[in-house]
């Protein structure tokens, strides 16, 4: 939309949302790198977007028990962990403030609208999406307030449904998009957010841990990253590769919320 308006062209882009809002299935606090909201709002800043956190340290441990660990120097630590720049945010908020922007460039937003199915041209070609029927009831059947899907064409249709969407299987399988490509790695995350004794707080830390509760055999890691108002993002990964049939990711989380409580 910024480059139609510089090139005084007239363009139609929209946004198909399932969520009831833009931002309410994004439930991430990460680590933000702002290097791309630089290149296209250099002035975010002054737009009010919901960076408030710098980073101002980071600490990577290797835990080894529940009362022992080494903090790793930083030479040893890859440059992709170093967050010098970078920004302790809620992605929620971030993605709101994004669809304010979006439409103030005039973008339409729908949101409350899932795609269902996609559109394909007679060349096999993608050309656009359907969205889901609305108003049926638990069976399938149409109630009073049934409305049928939309269809919308488009010129280029970007898919944005995550790692597991219905449609981006559907398309990964059509055109083979997974040939010749290294396959897929999957974890599964646990997130909780903390309001901790402001003595305790330290606002713009970003601590990542490698090793316990996880056993050798099992990759992954947890995190805490300390955002505004005495809050502290908690989390553990556990990458899909374990070879323990009984080991429940949702367990380890919770043995680290003793300890660290």
């Keep these: ?32 790198e702002p290097r791309a909201l630089n290149e296209l709002f250099p002035d975010w ?27 790793l120097p930083g030479f040893s630590v890859p440059k992709t962990m170093h967050n010098d720049g970078n920004y302790i945010v809620s992605m929620g908020n971030v993605c709101r403030w994004l669809a304010e922007q979006a439409e103030q460039l005039g973008v339409e937003i729908f949101p409350g609208f899932p795609a269902q199915s996609v559109i394909y041209n007679d060349d096999g070609s993608v050309g656009g999406i ?3 029927d609305m108003g049926l009831d638990a069976e399938g059947n149409e109630k009073d307030s049934f409305m049928p899907g939309m269809e919308l064409r488009a010129k280029y249709t970007v898919f944005a449904e995550g790692c597991r969407g219905h449609l981006g299987k559907e398309l990964i399988s059509k055109y083979a998009l997974d040939a010749d490509a290294s396959p897929q790695h ?31 055999d099992t990759t992954g890691g ?31 989380f919770g043995v680290i919320n003793i300890i660290l409580k």
């Design 222 to 252: 947890g995190y805490l990253y300390h955002a505004e108002n005495n809050q502290v993002f908690v989390g553990l990964i556990v990458d899909l590769n374990y070879s323990n049939p009984h080991l429940s990711p949702f367990d380890e």
């Design 130 to 132: 359907i969205t889901g």
């Design 45 to 71: 800043k002054e737009k009010g977007a919901p960076l408030q956190t710098q980073v101002t340290g980071d600490d990577i441990y290797l835990l080894n028990s529940e009362s022992n660990g080494i903090k």
């Design 186 to 216: 999957y974890g599964l995350g646990f997130k909780e957010i903390w309001d901790i004794d402001p003595a305790k707080h330290q606002e713009g830390l970003v601590v990542h841990t490698a090793g316990w509760p996880l056993d050798k």
């Design 1 to 32: 939309m910024q480059l139609a308006q510089e090139k005084q062209q007239e363009l139609m882009v929209c946004v198909v949302e399932k969520g009831s809002e833009v931002g309410a299935h994004i439930l991430s606090g990460a680590v933000f």
